[in-house]
Each structure stands twice: as structure tokens, then as C-alpha cells.
């Protein structure tokens, strides 16, 4: 096997590699350990933001997570220190010395060095709670480890020092920081001139009696020095809305203070519902609320989501039906301007104007075609440009960043907020060469429309009278740039009858972007499967039924009926992630078809299903080669024949990993 240092590939290549495998720890760690050269361009990935990775691993317990993270807290010291004391004349770091660093104390050398400086990567410095790692490490006093940590110094000076070491190391390099409130003013303000490209802000452990202006007077400094910080999460105390004293008019002030927000993720701050009308909405492009608390009757939530202009995500909960009713009344109105448009410009009015110029050609009502002159006739081009409507927008501008990244370029918006001007035309090769407003106008009114709206990304919960309309009218709204959609129903528990009966969630128009739905209670019953058949790109499914749903007698029709629709979830060829919660009839019939028609499938779960049995689960095992998660009834298992069987099933496919629950 040749190593991948040997390999004749540019570093180029192997950085667009890495880039399929962002979200596949487990193949980044196996390329770490392969070579030297996949190793010094895979760190880079895994270190930016590792307490990160640990946190959100689901298979490791609390104590496994501990445990990594004191670990990983050691290596990162330990690079940190070993840089130091290798490199003294190195001018990159703010921790280089002669000696270690006073955070940590070397009773033994380690026997061997970090190969990489692993500090330098940790770019995504997201909160860490520093306590639990650092109360380990000064526990630490056998020879088998690198180094104790002082203790000389009380514990609270110790995480103060080590949260200000860790952004000290390469503060240019940072982009997002998530300290507690207290601390934030104490370790950022030194370094403000050298966070240059800090992006997001994150605030946590926040008590009720807080000083606000150290963190307003650093946010508008940095912004208007750098102006790159776009990003704020505000984490709030849980009790924060039972509290005496109201807290929202204070911390809405922080979002207030920078310049352009982008992203404001209050999804912890109880309070935030409260002054959503207070947030800015320039710039605002994704909003993540909490789901405790509904809207107050005083706001209207929707007339504040028509005036934001570039909003694509969105996190909050329902209490109108008519959420998105602008958005639905501004895509109707769009498109009967569009066709009034289209019908004016190859329309016989416009062929007689043009006709009634006296020198202008039938045929040259339509721009000539590539490669061919172009008329050079002024009287031309005034008509044309006399007899084509005026512009439906009038253009702004707006700024583009991604989550998690800076703002790098301004994009032409029109004042409609939710529909943007078709920019195909602008690499048309036609338009390149010729460039003349005929042809802009002609592609303006012909030319496929990108996105005529925004919101990629919605995630509401509510009662379902209002939670389904508003969701009906999301996806007619959003239909060219929906790609996340989120819904739990908040229904009393003692509903008997299924919001089925009455209500049902479909649609009849293409989902093109549609690839994670995800819908959680009475909602996911009143999904109609047949809709699937419109939503080519989706690659997540998850319907997760209420507990009581199908329970009595009562419900045995509705049962009935959900079991002759089911094989309709199979049109869904292209899913990867499919999930089904609760008691829905999945018959042996349906994971046949299943193991035929979803060839893609790497992960199946179909806990507290009803109707199959260990057939259905050898057809799914031996026909889904893809498959590496299945999880299924664990009373399939009990008796020692369906054991070896699932055992057999395992062992025909050992990617496999069967889940019994």
C-alpha cells in the first residue's frame, strides 16, 4: 500500500477531499492516523472546535465525555507548551517563553512531544466548561501522565487563566468565542485589536444582576474596528421567565449593540419571544427562538417577518395561522405581474409598437440570435425600452454570510424582501458578449426565477389549528428554497381523535431543495405520504407519532387506513435517514418494498413499530447494502431462534450496527 505522503496529489486535492468528509468524525480519524501529510491537513478540521465534537457525540456517556475532555484539554496544554519551549523566538504566539507557561507545571517529561501545534487549530472556541477537566488534571499526580496542574493557584484563578490562555494563543485566528458574561469582558478586551476575525459571540451563565455595559462598549469597539462580528447567542438562566425581575430589556440591548446582526440564536433565552419585534431586522438572517413560551398577543409576529429581507432560517413557535400569509400573497402577486409582463412583451400591443415605429422588423421584437448582430437602430432600443414594463424591485443591497462565517460579499436584493432579481443571465454567454437591456428584459421575464423566496430552514412548533396552515403556506412560499422543515405539534394529551380527521398537511408543487422533514406528534399522522412524491431531493425523514396515537379501540379504522397508505413512504427513493416513531404499520410487505425501492438507505429505525416480524428485518438486512444503522423491537431478540437469527443478520453485513430498543 503506497502512504499517502508518497502519493503524487497536490495538497489542493486532498483539502476538496477532506471537504465531502466535514461531518464524518469517525473517516477523519482514520485519515489522521494513516500518514504524516493526512494528518497535518485533517488536524486543521478535527481541532477546530473538538470539546464540540465530544459533546455532541450520542454514544458516549457522561462520564466518557468527561473523561475525553480532560484529555483533550491536557493535549491542547501540552502543544501549547511544547511550542513554547521548542520555538522561543517564534513571534505567532502570545504563550511563547523560555519555560512553561504558569498554567501548568511539568513534574514529568513527556516522553513524547505533540507532533502538530493542535492550540493553533482551535479556531470554533465554543463555551467550555473548563471546571470538571481542570479538577481532574490537578487530581492527576501519577508518573504515566505528561503533567499535573498547578496547584498553587485556587480553582476559580486557574479556569480564568486557562479560558484567557486559550484565546490568547492565536487570537488573529479566532472566529467564534462562548464565555460566561462575567468573564467575557476580562479576556476579550485585551485581545480586541487581535480578534480580528471574530465572527460569532456567545454569552452564557448569565445572572439576573449583570453589568451590560463592559460586553455593549467591547461589541460596538470591535465592530466598528473589524466590523466581522455578525453572530450572537445569548444563554440565559433556566428559570430566566419566572423571574421577578425581567431581564429581556437588558439583554435585547446586546443584539442591539452590533451593527449588523446576522445570526441571533436566543434558542435558551426564555425572555426573547418578548422583544422579538426589538431585534433588528436589517441584516437578520437566521432566527433561533425558544419553544417555551408562545408570542405575546401585543406582537404581531408576521408583519415583523415581512420586514426582514434576507431571513432563511427560523426557529420559533406558532400562535397564527396566518404566519406566512404575506409570503404566500407576495409569490401570488408575483407571479401575476411576472405573467402581465411576459404577456406585454409577446403580446400584439407591443408587436404594434413596434410596428408603429416604421422602421423596426417583425422579427426583430425578439433579441437576434448568439452570434448574430446586433441593431444598431436607436429607434430600436427606445422602443423597446419604452414599450417593456418598469421594474418590478427597485435594488438594495445586502450583506451575505453564512453561519458561523464572515460577511465576504454584498448581493443585490430587491425591495420585495422575499423575491431576487434572476442573475442566470449575467454568465449567459449572450449576455456576455452583447450586454444590452433588450436581452436583460427578455431574460427577466422568460429566464427561471432562483429563489423568488429565501427561508431555507423553518422550525415551528404549536397547537395544530394553527401549526398546519402555517405550515401549508410555508411550503406553497418557500417552495424554491425550502430545505429544512421542522414541526411538533403541542396538542393535549387527552385528544383521542387525530388531527387527521380533519386537517391534513400535502401538497401538490414541486420541493425541489426539500431534503430533512422532520415532523413530531398529531402533525406527523396528518402528513399526507403521498406529498413525497414531489420532494426528489430529501434525504431525511423522521415522523414520530404521539404515544396515544392508535391506542384504543376507537382508532382501529384510522389504523386501518394509515396501513393501506404506508407503502406510500416508499416514494421517498433517494432518503438516507429514515425514522419512524410511534405505532405505525410497518408490515413485512412495506420493508420489502423498502429493501427495493430506498437502495440508498444507511440508516433505518422503526422502534415501537407495528406489523413485522424477523422476516421483514432479514429481507431489510440482506437487501439494503448501504445500510449501517438499524434499530428495531428488542422483543424481536428474546427467544434464542430469533437471536441467532438476528445474529446471523449481522453477521452477512458486519457495517451493520442493530439497535434493539
Given at each position: ?149 498547578d496547584n498553587s493557584k485556587s480553582m476559580l484563578d486557574l479556569v480564568n487563566e486557562v479560558a484567557a490562555a486559550l ?27 487581535q480578534l480580528r476575525n471574530l465572527v460569532r459571540l456567545e454569552l452564557c451563565e448569565i445572572p439576573y444582576s449583570f ?433 441467532a437469527r438476528l445474529n446471523a443478520v449481522k453477521a452477512r453485513n458486519p457495517r451493520l450496527d442493530l439497535v434493539e430498543?
Amino acid at each position: 500500500m503506497v502512504l499517502a505522503s508518497e502519493l503524487p496529489i497536490p495538497d489542493e486535492c486532498i483539502d476538496l477531499i477532506l471537504a465531502y468528509l466535514v461531518d464524518e468524525r469517525h473517516a477523519l480519524h482514520a485519515l489522521v492516523c494513516s500518514s504524516q501529510k493526512l494528518l497535518e491537513r485533517t488536524a486543521p478540521i478535527l481541532y477546530r472546535s473538538p470539546f464540540h465534537l465530544i459533546e455532541h457525540e450520542r454514544r458516549w456517556s457522561k462520564e466518557e465525555k468527561e473523561r475525553r475532555s480532560t484529555a483533550l484539554l491536557a493535549l491542547l496544554l501540552t502543544s501549547a507548551t511544547a511550542i513554547s519551549t521548542s520555538s522561543p523566538s517564534s513571534s505567532s504566539s502570545t504563550l511563547v517563553c523560555t519555560t512553561p507557561p504558569p498554567i501548568v507545571s511539568h513534574r514529568f517529561r513527556p516522553p513524547r512531544l505533540p507532533t502538530l501545534d493542535y492550540l493553533r487549530f482551535f479556531t470554533l472556541q465554543y463555551h467550555v466548561d473548563l471546571w470538571r477537566p481542570l479538577v481532574n488534571l490537578r487530581a492527576t499526580v501519577s508518573a504515566d501522565n505528561n503533567y499535573v496542574v498547578d496547584n498553587s493557584k485556587s480553582m476559580l484563578d486557574l479556569v480564568n487563566e486557562v479560558a484567557a490562555a486559550l484565546i490568547q494563543y492565536r487570537p488573529e485566528d479566532i472566529r467564534v468565542i462562548g464565555q460566561p458574561i462575567a468573564r467575557a469582558p476580562a479576556v476579550l478586551v485585551p485581545n480586541l485589536q487581535q480578534l480580528r476575525n471574530l465572527v460569532r459571540l456567545e454569552l452564557c451563565e448569565i445572572p439576573y444582576s449583570f453589568m451590560i455595559e463592559p460586553i455593549l462598549e467591547f461589541i460596538r469597539v470591535h465592530d466598528a474596528t473589524h466590523h466581522t462580528l455578525k453572530e450572537i447567542k445569548i444563554k440565559g438562566n433556566e428559570d430566566l421567565g419566572r423571574h421577578l425581575q425581567s431581564t429581556h430589556t437588558q439583554l435585547v440591548r446586546i443584539v442591539q449593540a452590533m451593527r449588523t446582526p446576522q445570526v441571533v440564536d436566543a434558542r435558551h433565552w426564555r425572555e426573547a419571544i418578548l422583544v422579538i419585534d426589538q431585534i433588528p431586522v436589517d441584516c437578520l438572517r437566521t432566527l433561533l427562538l425558544g419553544m417555551a413560551d408562545m408570542p405575546p398577543s401585543y406582537i404581531s409576529v408576521s408583519d415583523y417577518l415581512a420586514l426582514c429581507p434576507v431571513l432563511e432560517a427560523i426557529r420559533m413557535p406558532v400562535r397564527d395561522e396566518r404566519l406566512f400569509a404575506w409570503a404566500t400573497k407576495t409569490r401570488t402577486t408575483t407571479e401575476a405581474t411576472t405573467t402581465t409582463r411576459s404577456d406585454n412583451y409577446f403580446g400584439v400591443d407591443m408587436m404594434d409598437r413596434h410596428i408603429a415605429g416604421g422602421s423596426i422588423a417583425r422579427s426583430r421584437s425578439l433579441p437576434p440570435p448568439v452570434g448574430s448582430a446586433i441593431p444598431s437602430d436607436s429607434r430600436y432600443l427606445s422602443s423597446v425600452s419604452n414599450s417593456l414594463s418598469p421594474p418590478l424591485f427597485a435594488p438594495s443591497l445586502w450583506t451575505a454570510a453564512g453561519t458561523g462565517a464572515a460577511a465576504s460579499a454584498s448581493t443585490t436584493l430587491l425591495s420585495s424582501p422575499w423575491q431576487s432579481k434572476p442573475q442566470q443571465y449575467q454568465n449567459h454567454p449572450y449576455h456576455q458578449q452583447y450586454n444590452y437591456q433588450g436581452y436583460s428584459e427578455y431574460q427577466d421575464v422568460n429566464g427561471p426565477s432562483e429563489g423568488q423566496a429565501r427561508l431555507k430552514s423553518i422550525e415551528l412548533c404549536g397547537e395544530d389549528r394553527c401549526l398546519i396552515p402555517a405550515l401549508r403556506d410555508a411550503l406553497d412560499a418557500f417552495r424554491d428554497s425550502l430545505e429544512h422543515l421542522k414541526a411538533q405539534s403541542l396538542a393535549l394529551m387527552m385528544t383521542t381523535v387525530p388531527v387527521l380527521n380533519f386537517m391534513t398537511l400535502t401538497w401538490s408543487w414541486p420541493m425541489t431543495r426539500l431534503t430533512v422533514l422532520d415532523l413530531e406528534g398529531e402533525v406527523a399522522s396528518a402528513f399526507d405520504l403521498s406529498a413525497l412524491r414531489h420532494c426528489p431531493e430529501l434525504t431525511t425523514l423522521r415522523l414520530s407519532l404521539p404515544p396515544y396515537m392508535y391506542s384504543s379501540s376507537e382508532d382501529e379504522a384510522l389504523f386501518v387506513e394509515m396501513a393501506a397508505r404506508m407503502s406510500q413512504i416508499c416514494l421517498a427513493t433517494r432518503l438516507l435517514d429514515l425514522e419512524l416513531q410511534g405505532k405505525w404499520p410497518v408490515s413485512d410487505t412495506v420493508l420489502a418494498m423498502m429493501a427495493a425501492q430506498m437502495r440508498r438507505l444507511t440508516r433505518l429505525w422503526i422502534v415501537s413499530c407495528l406489523g413485522y416480524t424477523i422476516e421483514g428485518v432479514e429481507i431489510v438486512g440482506s437487501g439494503l447494502e448501504r445500510l449501517e444503522s438499524l434499530a428495531i423491537n428488542k422483543w424481536l431478540g428474546v427467544h434464542p431462534p430469533m437471536r441467532a437469527r438476528l445474529n446471523a443478520v449481522k453477521a452477512r453485513n458486519p457495517r451493520l450496527d442493530l439497535v434493539e430498543e
